[in-house]
């Protein structure tokens, strides 16, 4: 277990650094690649491509984090009370969660749904009982004023889609007018005090904007690695939500808390839209979506014609638990999910085209699909250089990776989130590890897996329709990486 404080974090800067010099030193003084020059300049050039577009996003963000958004706090604040809402919803979803992180999201929920001082009903979908006597005895404890309500909503077991969907159902026969807000909570999420306060004026001061989502910080009940790879994740999420709300187009309605105009919640479209959302692909057949319900309050904000944004100041913190103690298995599962969703959502969002989505958000849905591969290419390049000229071209690819981290850490400590001596090297496998398995799951959007509920939607089974589905699939993957690795050593 590695302690996390200063003295390590200094320390483990310090093992890092010499790291980089001992790479440094072994490099030749006259260190060239024999007849390598043309697939230097070709990768240096793909290379300065993906950097710009890391750039971009974090000139983006900074201006929005530091510039955009001061000048749109300033004019929700003096709203006042035209800013506040006519009543707020605050609908959590929980599903076997152990008792202490439930307690602690609960009560900070009915803590909010007190402090925020407007008329408040705080929705509770549920399963199980144990969660039904929690939430009675904290409501009980905390003894909430009358203009706050509690809604309980108990479902069966069968997914977080169908417990929003009875959630919002449970609000629409509320029939809550234009001004009222519903805050989506998972049930791992812990809410910042003044979060509903805070992301609320906004719906007045856009009127366009139909979502919100806001930061998040993290605890991780996980190893080190674990705890770090999350916080890591989250820094970046900063700075990329910070770019797209600049165009008002944040890419995901995070599952953990997002807020939603409640007139549009309730319209029946958009709960169909998340409980039976489903894709119809060209290979795979059409398949209903398992998981990733906030890509598809998203994709169906954008094809409602809403806009998305984001509230810096805001926060949650989360709490991880995560599906296995290994670090590898867990990333692969988690990432197995979260890619998953992104790549289901993405080539019908790209059908959007840019008049909806704007040219900006237009290229980045496209460049998730490309960076998959261009993320790898560094190293296969670096690998077939190596066997086919000098061992040497890995030293130096290597001390290339180790600078570009360092920088790219240096950067995140604009975001305001922690980092650490860790992140440069899981910066790195985050690129590497992170577009194999997108790679892996392009092929497969029809394989989903549920992490928390273990419960996954697969087509192994008999048919002839999913047999072929596997075998294409395999065949697919082939193909593409063997005309990839001909492309990288014709390039070498």
């Keep these: 277990m590695i302690p996390d404080n200063p003295f390590s974090r200094a320390g483990g800067w310090c093992l890092y650094l010499a790291a980089l010099g001992s790479l440094a030193v072994a490099l030749p003084r006259e260190f060239i690649v024999p007849g390598g020059a043309h697939f230097i300049l070709l990768i240096g050039g793909i290379g300065l491509w993906r950097y710009s577009v890391g750039i971009t996003h974090f000139v983006r963000g900074m201006y929005f984090l530091h510039h955009a958004y001061p000048i749109l706090r300033r004019k929700a604040r003096k709203l006042g009370d035209e800013g506040a809402p006519s009543h707020v919803f605050l609908m959590v979803t929980s599903f076997r969660i152990d008792a202490a992180t439930t307690a602690q999201v609960y009560e900070s929920i009915i803590r909010e749904a007190i402090d925020c001082g407007w008329p408040t009903t705080v929705v509770a979908s549920i399963v199980e009982l144990s969660d039904e006597m929690l939430m009675r005895s904290l409501w009980r404890k905390l003894n909430p004023p009358e203009r706050v309500q509690l809604n309980l909503v108990r479902i069966p077991g069968t997914g977080k889609r169908d417990g929003l969907a009875y959630g919002f159902r449970a609000i629409s026969r509320a029939i809550p007018d234009d001004n009222a ?30 979502a919100l989502t806001t930061n998040e910080f993290c605890e991780v009940k996980g190893s080190y690695m674990m705890s770090e790879w999350h916080k890591l994740r989250f820094a970046q999420r900063h700075i990329n939500m910070c770019s797209m709300g600049l165009s008002r187009r944040v890419l995901t309605l995070t599952g953990r808390m997002s807020v939603f105009r409640a007139s549009v919640v309730t319209r029946p479209e958009f709960i169909s839209d998340v409980e039976y959302d489903s894709l119809n692909h060209w290979r795979l057949g059409q398949f209903r979506f398992l998981t990733g319900d906030d890509k598809s309050s998203w994709y169906s904000m954008m094809r409602l014609g809403y806009d998305t944004f984001y509230v810096p100041d805001a926060s949650i913190h989360t709490v991880e638990h995560p599906p296995d103690p290994s670090f590898i298995r867990s990333a692969r599962q988690l990432m197995f999910r979260w890619y998953g969703n992104n790549l289901r959502q993405n080539s019908r969002a790209t059908k959007l085209g840019p008049g909806r989505l704007g040219w900006f958000t237009w290229y980045v849905l496209w460049d998730q699909r ?7 290419l560094g190293l296969t390049a670096a690998i077939v250089a190596a ?21 790219l850490s240096a950067m995140l400590v604009a975001t305001g989130h922690p980092v650490g001596p860790a992140y440069p090297l899981i910066l790195y496998f985050n690129q590497i590890f992170g577009s194999l398995m997108k790679i892996y799951v392009f092929f497969r959007l029809d394989r989903q897996s549920w992490t928390r509920q273990k419960t996954s939607y697969s087509t192994d089974s008999a048919s002839f329709q999913q047999r072929m589905n596997r075998w294409s699939s395999r065949i697919m993957t082939f193909s593409a990486s063997s005309v990839f690795l001909a492309t990288v050593m014709f390039i070498v």
């Design 387 to 407: 066997i086919k000229y000098s061992g040497v071209i890995l030293i130096a690819y290597l001390l290339w990776i180790g600078l570009t981290r360092l920088v």
């Design 181 to 210: 807000i519903v805050a989506v909570v998972d049930g791992d999420t812990v809410l910042d005090p003044g979060v509903v306060r805070k992301t609320a004026p906004y719906f007045k001061l856009m009127p366009q904007v139909g």
């Design 370 to 376: 490309i960076s998959m591969w261009t993320s790898i």
